[in-house]
């Protein structure tokens, strides 16, 4: 494998086509001897010459070599820039993973502040059915935004930056809007979160405690998707919603369940290794806080 400091050197003699003025303004100490055995070790390396003397402290490049160099120069350019804005947290691959909920009502300002102060950033998102927090600890996600569960695994950090309520939502049956709580919907069809999220457990935990059986439950993966077949007029549902006035979609009626429990906090979540990393600090800086 060709070695990087080779290459630099190599750049560096092309650029000032000289020994002697390369190592005088070479980023870091070097004698014009120690740059030369650079190079000649670099063609030893490569099996062919790059530099031809034309004068007494002048080089050109050989045909290869300036092959090699119109390669190598612009790479080593954009690594400069690259490390720099790495360091001061300005640059690289923010790789973000949400629910659905969490990415509509949820992300958009933190993403829009973020990217005011950060317009360099490449921000990668992904939408999840469940947070899988493991992908912290390997280095897969560097932030998990949603609702997550109590204990977190080793490694983890969290914090919480806002809150959803959970909402019962009815298809409207009239143009005025009566009031209506779970105990009255008994045996009615409930459109439900997948049998195996955190969600649907929070819902099966409120139909019993209201004493509700569904005679018939159709489960599907988003409380978009929930919020659809209710109006449509194919059941009801229970589904945490951020905003205070909750879903308001045509065709439905919502109403905020009032119980001391029936509010979830949504957290975003991080590797403690990665806690210093400067592009993790402005990502939290500029994250939602109750």
């Avoid at 007494?56 to 690259?82: H, M, N």
């Avoid at 005025?176 to 969600?199: N, R, V």
Wanted: aromatic letters at 8%.
């Amino acid at each position: 494998m060709i070695g990087l400091s080779r290459l630099v050197g190599m750049v560096w003699v092309a650029r000032h086509q000289s020994y002697a003025k390369a190592a005088r303004a070479f980023p870091y100490p070097i004698t014009q001897p120690g740059l030369f055995q650079q190079v000649r070790r670099l063609e030893e390396e490569l099996g062919f010459d790059l530099f031809v003397r034309t004068a007494k402290d002048r080089v050109e490049l050989t045909a290869p070599g300036r092959s090699l160099f119109e390669r190598v120069s612009p790479f080593l350019d954009d690594l400069e820039e690259l490390v720099d804005l790495l360091q001061r947290g300005k640059g690289g691959v923010l790789r973000l993973e949400a629910s659905a909920l969490v990415l509509r009502q949820l992300m958009p300002g933190w993403l829009r502040k973020l990217r005011a102060s950060e317009a360099e950033l490449e921000i990668r998102v992904t939408e999840t059915v469940r947070p899988d927090l493991t992908r912290l600890s390997t280095g897969k996600a560097d932030l998990i935004v949603d609702f997550l569960p109590a204990k977190l695994p080793k490694g983890v950090s969290s914090r919480v930056v806002a809150m959803a309520y959970g909402y019962l939502v009815v298809p409207s049956r009239s143009e005025k809007k009566q009031c209506i709580e779970l105990a009255d919907m008994g045996d009615e069809e409930f459109i439900a979160y997948p049998s195996w999220t955190q969600h649907r457990e929070i819902q099966n935990q409120a139909l019993s405690e209201a004493g509700v059986q569904p005679k018939r439950i159709t489960e599907v993966g988003t409380a978009d998707s929930m919020l659809s077949l209710v109006a449509a007029g194919l059941g009801y549902t229970l589904v945490p919603w951020l905003h205070s006035d909750g879903p308001n979609l045509a065709g439905t009626w919502s109403f905020k369940q009032e119980r001391l429990d029936a509010s979830f906090p949504i957290q975003c979540a991080w590797g403690e290794a990665s806690s210093q990393d400067p592009m993790l600090k402005n990502a939290l800086a500029a994250a939602p806080s109750l």
